[in-house]
């Protein structure tokens, strides 16, 4: 059980920890994409280096991803009970010694177990960095932290994989691993700084295994539940369309690698440009419902022209605009879900980093199919009207309370 002391939620921070606070969680929350995204560029390297095959080297993505998943499920119920401080250090400290590992892997197979590894620790900055911020922030502030947070994830989700292309031309597969390394030690001790915040009388009491018990109270608050269904639905658009823009902009419409990075730089920026712009909206159900309402409508129009065969520009055109969509929802839904479970905040976090990867790992294969063009537009609908009605629905949860 959790005590029921009140929670001071937003509290008096000094104005240059409050700046390293915001520098040290928008590091923590982009692990992800340079975990995942930094080393893209260096596979076919790797294919040559551990002399196997192309396969066998994409696995150490999907570990990553897997480990990602897993450690926040880990991580998240944990820090309710421990602290954040503590079990954000363990998974830094995991991460900087898995990486290490991966920079001396003997086979592929060693290196695709570790990427397992270094996935679980990455995820811990991933599933406490929006723990942290819900402890320190509630309302507008949280929703603005966010937002600013998801604006330089974007960021650096275009300078992972440019980083690690520059990278792999000089230095190889091991250079870009020793700067990952690099960003963990800096992280490491940015967190050794960190100070704790949750207190020891609001956390959980409950013993080390009844601890993972809070995921069945936060799955029945049907609000939390359906913000992070429809954070997971919108996740799965984004996933969708990173699945398939390399093939349809490379065989379907016959670019080079060149012009799919740069598609996808633009895309990217434009994904922060939409997290930053959803705190100019009043209230975050307002952005959110703003958002899921301009997927279903673009999606529509993209189906249409999808099946009449539409241009280079015009897809590529249609995808900017729900990529900014989406960027309008990831902050408002990520507070809107975090702050409907405050009591259990590091657990609401797993679960709704855990759900989307899942959702995102769903969605991706089914695009696949035909000339990629029309399934695509297809999972952008189904998952556009779907992430609407759980929108619809979380706001009338909040009205009937």
């Known amino acids: 059980m959790f005590h029921n002391t009140p929670r001071t939620l937003t509290r008096a921070i000094p104005m240059s920890y409050n700046l390293f ?40 993505l999907m570990s990553s991803m897997v480990g990602l998943a897993i450690g926040q499920i880990i991580f998240g119920p944990l820090s309710d009970k421990y602290g954040r401080r503590p079990l954000l250090l363990a998974s830094i400290w995991l991460f900087i010694v898995s990486t290490v590992a991966c920079l001396v892997s003997p086979s592929i197979m060693f290196f695709v177990a570790i990427r397992l590894l270094q996935g679980i620790g990455a995820a811990g900055g991933v599933v406490l960095s929006r723990s942290i ?48 390394l690099c960003i963990g030690l800096a992280l490491l001790a940015g967190c050794i700084r960190f100070r704790e915040t949750l207190p020891t009388e609001l956390r959980s009491d409950r013993s080390f295994f009844h601890t993972f018990g ?45 012009i799919f990075s740069f598609c996808f730089a633009i895309n990217a920026l434009v994904l922060g440009l939409g997290a930053a712009a959803s705190v100019k909206f009043r209230t975050s159900e307002l952005s959110t419902r703003v958002s899921s309402i301009a997927m279903c409508v673009i999606s529509l129009v993209t189906l249409v022209t999808f099946i009449h065969g539409c241009n280079f520009w015009i897809y590529e055109s249609l995808v900017t605009l729900m990529i900014f ?3 309008l929802s990831f902050p408002s839904s990520t507070s809107l879900a975090m702050s409907s479970e405050r009591r259990h905040a590091g657990s609401a976090s797993a679960l709704l980093g855990a759900l989307c990867f899942v959702v995102g790992g769903l969605v991706s294969p089914l695009v696949g199919f035909g000339n990629m063009l029309v399934p695509t537009a297809i999972v952008f609908v189904v998952c556009a009207f779907a992430s609407l009605a759980c929108a619809l629905y979380a706001e009338r949860q909040r009205v009937e309370e």
Request: hydrophobic share 55%; no cysteine.
């Open 133 to 180: 911020a819900t402890d320190y922030y509630e309302g507008a502030q949280l929703a603005k932290m966010l937002a600013i947070i998801g604006a330089i994830n974007g960021v650096a989700s275009v300078a992972a994989p440019v980083v690690g292309g520059l990278m792999t031309d000089w230095a190889g597969w091991q250079g870009i691993f020793v700067v990952i």
């Open 214 to 258: 809070s995921f069945l109270t936060i799955v029945r608050n049907r609000r939390y539940i359906f913000y992070t269904l429809q954070l997971a639905l919108v996740q799965g658009i984004l996933f969708g369309n990173i699945a398939s823009s390399p093939f349809i902009v490379q065989h379907h419409y016959g670019f080079s690698a060149l």
């Open 21 to 60: 606070l915001l520098i040290l969680l928008a590091m923590l929350s982009a692990f992800a994409p340079f975990v995942t995204d930094m080393y893209l560029p260096s596979l076919p390297s790797m294919e040559v280096y551990f002399h196997t095959t192309s396969s066998m080297v994409q696995l150490g």
């Open 325 to 327: 969509a989406m960027g």
